[in-house]
Nanobody, 122 residues
Framework: QVQLVESGGGLVQAGGSLRLSCAAS????????MGWFRQGPGKEREFVAV????????AYAESAKGRFTISRDNAKNTVYLQMNSLKPEDTAVYYC???????????????WGKGTLVTVSS
C-alpha cells in the first residue's frame, strides 16, 4: 500500500502561483511513477502531469505545458506540482497519484490521495 497526502491548495488570484506537495508513505517511493490529476466543478477527471521514478522523465497535459512543473524528491518521498500563471479554469481538486506504469490513463493509477482544492479567482 502507498498512502498519499496532498497539501498546498488554496485560493489564489489569476496570474498567481501555488506549489502543491504530496507526501508518500508505505511502499518504496522510488519504485513508483507519480502524477497529478484534477477534477474541476462539473468536469471530468483530467490528467495534469506525470514524472518517472528517477525524475528524469516528465509529461504534461497541453493545458499545463509551460505553466506547471512536476518534480520529486525521492529522499523526502515527496512529489511537487509548481503551478504558475494560474487561470480560473485551473480551479479544481488536485489529486496526487502513484503507479508502477508511466501513463496518462487514470485507470492505471493504483493509489490516490484525497485531493487538495485549488481555487483561482478572476
Amino acid at each position: 500500500q502507498v498512502q498519499l497526502v496532498e497539501s498546498g491548495g488554496g485560493l489564489v488570484q489569476a496570474g498567481g502561483s501555488l506549489r502543491l506537495s504530496c507526501a508518500a508513505s508505505g511502499r518504496i517511493f522510488s519504485y513508483y511513477n507519480m502524477g497529478w490529476f484534477r477534477q474541476g466543478p462539473g468536469k471530468e477527471r483530467e490528467f495534469v502531469a506525470v514524472i518517472g521514478m528517477s525524475g528524469d522523465n516528465t509529461a504534461y497535459a497541453e493545458s499545463a505545458k509551460g505553466r506547471f512543473t512536476i518534480s520529486r524528491d525521492n529522499a523526502k518521498n515527496t512529489v511537487y506540482l509548481q503551478m504558475n500563471s494560474l487561470k480560473p479554469e485551473d480551479t479544481a481538486v488536485y489529486y496526487c497519484v502513484a503507479s508502477r506504469s508511466y501513463v496518462r490513463d487514470y485507470r492505471q493509477y493504483d493509489y490516490w490521495g484525497k485531493g487538495t482544492l485549488v481555487t483561482v479567482s478572476s
